[in-house]
């Protein structure tokens, strides 16, 4: 069974960069779309980055210019590449996979269309982000 399991999370300071890391057992990830959401305490879920099937890759105004979805197959890993981080960018870090572009795009595109992790085909446990001096 495909797992996900998310790493790299940690405290930084603002302006800092962090790099989350997505990794599968199982399945390679090569055919499916991956992305990334985060969870914050008292906050909506927020899509942050998309990487479509084909390599199409989608950003909210939120994080566009600072955060870098890519795929690197051959560790069949999916990185998520943050920096010039604020406060504001804290929360728990979910990495999901899906057959469909179409469902895992529409979560950096409005964030009520964002599912329930196992509503996904795959996903992780979560990784802690926290930005703070």
């Known amino acids: 069974q495909l797992q996900l399991v998310e790493s790299g999370g940690g405290l930084v300071q603002p302006g800092g960069s962090l790099r989350l890391s997505c990794t599968a057992s199982?399945?390679?990830?090569?055919?499916?779309?991956i992305g990334w959401f985060r969870q914050a305490p008292g906050k909506e879920r927020e899509g942050v980055s998309c990487?479509?099937?084909?390599?199409?890759?989608t950003y909210p105004d939120s994080v566009r210019g600072r955060f870098t979805i890519s795929r690197d197959g051959a560790k069949n890993t999916v990185y998520l590449q943050m920096s010039n981080l604020r406060p504001e960018d804290t929360a728990v870090y979910y990495c999901?996979?899906?057959?469909?572009?179409?469902?895992?795009?529409?979560?950096?595109?409005?964030?009520?269309?964002?599912?329930?992790?196992?509503?996904?085909?795959?996903w992780g446990q979560g990784t802690q982000v926290t930005v703070s001096s």
């Open positions: 990487l479509g099937s084909g390599g199409s890759t």
């Open positions: 999901v996979a899906d057959g469909s572009d179409t469902t895992l795009r529409a979560m950096c595109e409005e964030p009520q269309r964002i599912l329930a992790l196992d509503r996904y085909d795959y």
């Open positions: 199982g399945v390679t990830l090569d055919y499916f779309a």
